[in-house]
């Protein structure tokens, strides 16, 4: 008997030929790679020649059966494998893409393109530290098994599903806009909450409010009416009527105190690593995915692209190796050593649902460290930030929990009411594994009693301005998409939407987002992210269509987790989809769509030919199709301007712009153009004086 296993990319190839090497099983290995997708959907002028002009007579576009093209940037790599299966010496196929979805969806894609016939065996693991990739040799799942079926099905369906809602609307709304106008199953909700935010911002008329406090001497405390529950007064005048009331002692009139105890966060979904890194670290969701893809090729974390919270009942039986693992890092060895001197405590943990629930799983387990340490890996200085992140959320849970005693004092001045309040930490648990992200923490209140008479050293009318809601960040926009509900009104629909997990998945948000960013219909500003001019004008047009809400894409998304899950049959979820392709397009055909063509922002004089530069999404080219000439407006991290890049244009240096190294090393340096090349001018090194 003799197999090819083909893995998603070379790096794990390479990781399970040399556990193979020391095994003994009943039947040989040979080894190939993709690199990721090979294979994609055909265009449509693929399918017949009439689809290739942009009109509305001919959607929606429908093929009777979809049929997969090569890549051209793979091409070499699908024709070394294709040519190894048509040698007729292997028995069957193993199939070693990433253990998901999208890992049968990019093998089953070249699977059907290259016509095999031969058996498929599914080799699936979470890890790839050493034992993982050998109990997963050992155990390959047949093709038939239910659960990799159903798996497969809902990727192929997802995927057909997308080509026909993005290229048939995409169509319709550029023919009905004017100009290119993309639409896609999740990209146009995400940007309509993106444009939903911004319009409120501009929309937003700030509005005077006052307030009234005393200063006590060791606090200071806000008048409050306890009636409509509001420390704001519209107008001056009010607030000063109340300050004429006020007398020179507050009598503390209740006191509250109250214990609260809270355990340790859950463990790592892609989606909260994904919140923690941006809130802590500013990294965009991109960004966290990208480097905890690298952790998990170097076998420090288990699979990245999940969306659960739970760890399973077996692994967690063996949870002290990976602990051990962590003890491995300096700053955590303390801790660690703690807790592994108590084995019973980790027993107790490891059995709480709150952290361990076979229940709550979904295709994969939430992310932890494997049992590898770190040892001599070589990580940039962003993978360990996430290594830390990670080990943190698992050292947590074995940690006592935060207690605070959250305290609330309310006063009476003359014949108005003040209320204050204050925290006293008494253990601080977990959190002192994130004293160094701590924002500073609120002061106690000094020991008061019922009765006291306080007196009151000052008192000032403070005179404020509401503020418009806060931009999104990659963080509260990934939290959105998840809890799209509360964007809906409807308490069914609501109910769809949690169960559905909101719009996209942990793998694809932050893809998403990128999209959305490289086609101009969003930008980033810091941290911050806003919809453009167009981005506006394209949800305004589109208006109330279905795909603008996000209830459209949850809806979608709960059928194909039915498929997935096994309680839908893909041929029912095929016919629906037809139906409402067919019935959305058609709406979409119909639509008065408004959309300003783009502004061509003209930046100077093409070196290459001499032509117009202009400013495009993603960087400066030249208006001459001909012309070559391209500089991106990103480069190593550093930010081109368009002022940059007049002053490049017109012979000059640009300003002191950052720029990341791939080691991670920051440094500055000014551009300059030498022909139609970027050079670095650095600044001289200053000599020492004699």
């Given at each position: ?146 659960l990799i079926r159903n798996l497969r099905n809902a990727a192929m369906y997802r995927m057909i599903f997308d080509w026909l809602v993005g290229l ?523």
């Amino acid at each position: 008997m003799k197999a090819l296993l083909i893995a998603e990319k070379p790096s794990l190839m390479r990781d399970i030929q040399k556990v193979y090497k020391k095994m003994s099983l009943p039947y040989e290995i040979d080894f190939a790679s993709f690199v990721g997708h090979v294979v994609e959907l055909k265009e449509p002028h693929e399918y017949h020649a009439e689809w290739k002009k942009w009109s509305l007579d001919i959607l929606p576009m429908m093929p009777v059966k979809y049929e997969f093209r090569v890549k051209k940037s793979a091409y070499k790599v699908y024709k070394d494998i294709e040519t190894s299966i048509k040698t007729n010496k292997y028995d069957f196929i193993i199939n070693a893409c990433d253990a998901g979805m999208e890992g049968e969806n990019i093998f089953y894609s070249f699977y059907k393109k290259a016509g095999c016939r031969l058996p498929v065996k599914r080799f699936w693991t979470s890890q790839t530290t050493d034992p993982a990739i050998r109990q997963a040799l050992e155990h390959l799942i047949d093709e038939n098994d239910e659960l990799i079926r159903n798996l497969r099905n809902a990727a192929m369906y997802r995927m057909i599903f997308d080509w026909l809602v993005g290229l048939n609307l995409t169509r319709a709304a550029t023919v009905r806009g004017g100009r290119t106008i993309k639409v896609g199953r999740v990209m146009t909700p995400t940007l309509a909450i993106v444009v939903k935010r911004e319009l409120e911002i501009r929309h937003f008329i700030p509005t005077p409010y006052f307030q009234l406090e005393i200063d006590l001497g060791e606090f200071k405390a806000l008048w409050y009416d306890p009636t409509v529950k509001t420390n704001k007064f519209d107008t001056i005048e009010a607030a000063q009527a109340a300050q004429a009331q006020l007398t020179e002692t507050a009598k503390v009139i209740h006191i509250d105190t109250e214990r609260k105890s809270i355990l340790a966060p859950s463990l790592h979904s892609l989606l909260e690593l994904q919140k923690e890194a941006n809130k802590f670290y500013g990294f965009t969701s991109s960004e966290t995915l990208k480097i905890a893809q690298s952790l998990y090729e170097k076998k420090l974390i288990t699979y990245p692209r999940t969306e659960s919270k739970h760890l399973p009942t077996a692994f967690a039986k063996t949870i002290a190796d990976n602990l051990k693992a962590a003890a491995s890092i300096p700053h955590f060895a303390q801790n660690t050593a703690a807790i592994l001197n108590n084995p019973a405590h980790i027993q107790k943990v490891m059995y709480s649902k709150r952290y361990v629930d076979d229940k709550k799983l979904t295709d994969h387990h939430a992310i932890t460290i494997t049992n590898v340490p770190v040892g001599r890996k070589s990580l940039t200085p962003g993978e360990m930030k996430i290594y830390d992140l990670i080990v943190k959320r698992l050292l947590a849970v074995f940690l006592p929990p935060f207690v605070v005693d959250k305290t609330n004092v309310m006063l009476l001045c003359g014949n108005e009411y003040f209320k204050a309040n204050g925290n006293i930490v008494i253990d601080k648990g977990y959190t002192v594994l994130y004293d160094s992200h701590k924002k500073k923490e609120e002061k106690p209140l000094p020991p008061m009693q019922q009765g006291d008479r306080l007196t009151v050293l000052a008192n000032q009318v403070l005179s404020k301005m509401t503020e418009p809601p806060s931009r999104y960040t990659d963080s509260t926009l990934l939290d959105a998409m998840f809890h799209a509900g509360r964007f809906v009104e409807d308490k069914q629909l609501q109910a769809v939407l949690k169960d559905a997990e909101g719009i996209g998945t942990s793998a694809t948000r932050a893809e998403i987002i990128e999209k959305l960013l490289s086609i101009g219909m969003m930008s980033r500003e810091g941290k911050s992210l806003a919809a453009t001019d167009f981005g506006i004008d394209v949800i305004t047009s589109l208006g109330s269509h279905d795909v603008v809400s996000p209830v459209l894409t949850a809806i979608w998304s709960k059928k194909l987790k039915d498929i997935a899950d096994g309680t839908l049959d893909s041929r029912q979820f095929y016919g629906e989809m037809k139906q409402f392709i067919q019935e959305t397009t058609d709406r979409m055909k119909n639509l008065e769509m408004t959309v300003p063509d783009k502004q061509v922002v003209i930046i100077g004089t093409c070196v290459s030919c001499g032509d117009q530069v202009v400013e495009g999404f993603k960087g400066y080219s030249c208006s001459n199709k001909g012309c070559k000439f391209f500089i991106s407006k990103t480069m190593m991290k550093g930010k081109i301007t368009p002022t940059d890049m007049k002053k490049l244009l017109a012979g000059k240096e640009t300003r002191d712009i950052q720029f990341t190294w791939k080691s991670g090393k920051k440094g500055k340096a000014k551009l300059k153009l030498v022909g139609e090349k970027l050079e670095f001018v650095f600044k001289p090194i200053r000599q020492p004086k004699k």
